[in-house]
């Protein structure tokens, strides 16, 4: 016997509403339970939340009746069906303790045992984040004497409420800034450092990139091989014929493609895979929490949505399976062939595969927090309950996405200088990240139809831009979670910076990337015209 578990995240979804009256119910009065599981897949897309749910059973077979409304205050929620009494105690007292009110229930017997459903809502997030009135702490010696970047970020932590930032400046290798701004963890009113560690979110992306980049300097890898035989090599034996057969256009998917984002994966048209764990185990049957090797299975039993090299999609599970070939060619893990080939060869010695919850986090790492602080379950709750029906109630950063199952293309933890130092060795002496080849390799525009001039491409690992007057290049990516964006820029003078913040919005819903990234080409100027080498 199943007990089902749905969360709702309405807040954080980005889907559109739903173009209908908020008082008229989307009703359904006759669902087995498989119709059921397809409703509730439905309801996060249309931003509702159930308003009436109940079952009954009929010739031995039980049936549901659900309706729904949009969910107008978004409000997080959740649905269990099936509890046995202990399980339906349990979850009543863990919710009622975390200011959750049960808004449906009901008893009924099935197979002569008395089970119950419930559909639990939480409170409006109207819980704030509140910082205190102090003045802004900043913290680092390299750089303090900077004062327009001091400036700067004093301001932006201060006027758009965030808890804290790093950031790092280097120029041609050399470290010039290295500060922190806020809180580490404003609850406990710990300092922002510059060494505190952060998730860097896709900012995984150019990293993942530099390593297939490095197969390809020692000859272990073309961009223009096929991704299908190289994953028929994977020790974890992937269902690659099945692919083909779903789709024949599995088999002209090549490690360019995959870099570039041109591979066939559309997350608007069929959503993104990386955030389906609840789906993935369900329709692979899993026991358990998919891992990534399940991730790529389910991938591979999936149809295109595009064929590969005629269109531009960003793409996470696309650089996921590029971590699965690194895999497959280098014979390693790929953390340990990160670890040997990229992050020792850099001297990147905070940066590592982050973790999803706050318990393991790392004694350097960041706490993470959201505008609106509220608690649901943990993901790993999802689809079953335990015996005991427990589940753990966390806040979003620490607990609505899997981490673990993101590494090659979101899953690190970095610092700031670290990141900085990954720029930079884009154009330090001759390395498998800075050779001729892989830098003229690095910067190619995707093979696109009526892309020729486009002012802006994305290129291996990288976002490009063209600058003619300068007869240079910039190279950037920033990175998104729910309590983490993040920005990494190698500019064509050899200026990089990176900016982490443990706060993914400000107020306004403008990602702390978004409020930096222009600005900041101006401030470093300024400051670069304080250096006693510049005067």
């Known amino acids: 016997m199943m007990q089902f578990l749905r969360l709702c995240f309405i807040a954080t979804l980005a889907f559109p509403l739903a173009a209908q009256d908020p008082a008229a119910p989307n009703l359904r009065t006759v669902l087995d339970e498989s119709e059921l599981n397809t409703f509730l897949k439905m309801i996060p897309a249309d931003r509702e939340i159930i308003s009436d749910f109940s079952t009954r059973v009929r010739g031995g077979k039980q049936i549901f009746r659900i309706a729904t409304q949009q969910n107008m205050q978004q409000q997080p929620w959740v649905a269990l069906y099936n509890l046995t009494q202990q399980q339906f105690e349990q979850r009543s007292r863990e919710y009622a303790d975390a200011g959750w009110t049960k808004a449906i229930s009901q008893s009924y017997t099935l197979n002569r045992r008395r089970l119950h459903l419930a559909v639990w809502v939480g409170r409006d997030p109207d819980g704030k984040l509140v910082l205190p009135a102090a003045p802004v702490p900043e913290n680092g010696t390299i750089g303090r004497e900077l004062s327009p970047l001091n400036d700067f970020f004093k301001t932006l932590v201060r006027e758009h409420n965030l808890p804290g930032v790093t950031v790092a400046v280097s120029l041609h290798g050399q470290m010039i800034y290295n500060r922190g701004f806020g809180y580490a963890d404003v609850d406990r009113l710990l300092p922002m450092q510059p060494e505190t560690e952060m998730r860097i979110a896709s900012l995984s992306k150019p990293m993942t990139a530099a390593a297939v980049q490095n197969l390809c300097y020692r000859g272990r890898l073309n961009l223009n091989q096929k991704l299908l035989p190289l994953l028929e090599q994977h020790r974890e034996q992937f269902p690659v014929a099945s692919a083909a057969q779903t789709d024949a256009r599995w088999q002209d998917i090549t490690v360019r493609h995959l870099l570039q984002h041109t591979a066939g ?117 999802h689809g079953e309950v ?34 900085v130092r990954f720029a930079s060795a884009l154009d330090a002496a001759a390395t498998p990240l800075s050779d001729e080849n892989s830098r003229q390799q690095r910067k190619m525009r995707p093979q696109l139809q009526d892309t020729e001039t486009e002012p802006v491409w994305y290129g291996l690992g990288w976002s490009i831009r063209e600058l003619p007057d300068a007869q240079g290049f910039n190279y950037w990516h920033t990175g998104l979670l729910s309590g983490t964006s993040t920005l990494l820029v190698r500019r064509w003078d050899g200026c990089c910076w990176a900016v982490l913040c443990n706060c993914d919005r400000n107020p306004d819903d403008r990602t702390v ?19 006693p080498q510049n005067r």
């Open 265 to 381: 994966f559309d997350r608007d048209r069929s959503g993104d895979t990386m955030f389906a764990a609840v789906r993935i185990r369900r329709e692979l049957k899993l026991d358990q929490h998919p891992e990534i090797a399940d991730v790529i299975r389910f991938q591979l039993r999936q149809p295109l949505d595009f064929t590969p090299g005629t269109e531009f999609h960003y793409s996470n599970v696309g650089y996921s399976l590029l971590g699965r070939v690194i895999e497959s060619v280098s014979g390693k893990s790929y953390s340990d062939f990160m670890q040997e080939q990229v992050l020792d060869q850099i001297g990147m010695k905070q940066t590592r595969l982050g973790r999803t919850r706050f318990a393991d986090r790392g004694p350097q790492e960041a706490v993470y927090v959201t505008q609106t602080r509220s608690k649901s379950p943990l993901i790993f709750d």
């Open 386 to 419: 335990d015996d005991d029906g427990r589940s753990e109630l966390v806040e979003t950063p620490w607990g609505q996405w899997d981490i673990e199952l993101m590494d090659a293309h979101g899953g690190w933890v970095s610092t700031a200088a670290d990141l």
């Open 513 to 531: 990337a978004s409020l930096v990234d222009g600005p900041m080409h101006r401030i470093v100027n300024e400051s670069l015209d304080l250096l």
